[in-house]
Nanobody
Framework: QVQLVESGGGLVQAGGSLRLSCAAS????????MGWYRQAPGKQRDLVAS???????NYADSVGGRFLISRDNAKKTVYLQMNSLKPEDTAVYYC?????????WGQGTLVTVSS
């Protein structure tokens, strides 16, 4: 089992940057494939970026070139660096950890981008 706690959300102006962090505890972090998802009001939860246990990354088309996902296995933390933020990036951002049949979620952190 793993517990996930996100931090780093907040209010930022369009064009600004934020870095989200997701701290994991309770298990062997390095084996988990990690992801960041987001859910805007009235919309479904969508994948933003993912990073495998081997550090291969994948990004949604809407954030490619602006967001960067990374992980620090020693700190059991995954990061999402978000640059050139747009109002349409406004959402609750959730951290996710997958390993085999395990699928864990954090509580989410709100990112609001003002125009």
């Amino acid at each position: 089992q793993v517990q996930l706690v996100e931090s780093g959300g907040g209010l930022v102006q369009a064009g600004g940057s934020l870095r989200l962090s997701c701290a994991a505890s309770g298990s062997i972090f390095r084996v988990y494939n990690m992801g960041w998802y987001r859910q805007a009001p009235g919309k479904q939860r969508d994948l933003v970026a993912s990073i495998t246990s081997g550090s291969s990354t994948n990004y949604a088309d809407s954030v490619g070139g602006r967001f960067l996902i990374s992980r620090d296995n020693a700190k059991k933390t995954v990061y999402l660096q978000m640059n050139s933020l747009k109002p349409e990036d406004t959402a609750v951002y959730y951290c996710n950890a997958k390993f085999g049949s395990q699928d864990h979620w954090g509580q989410g952190t709100l990112v609001t981008v003002s125009s």
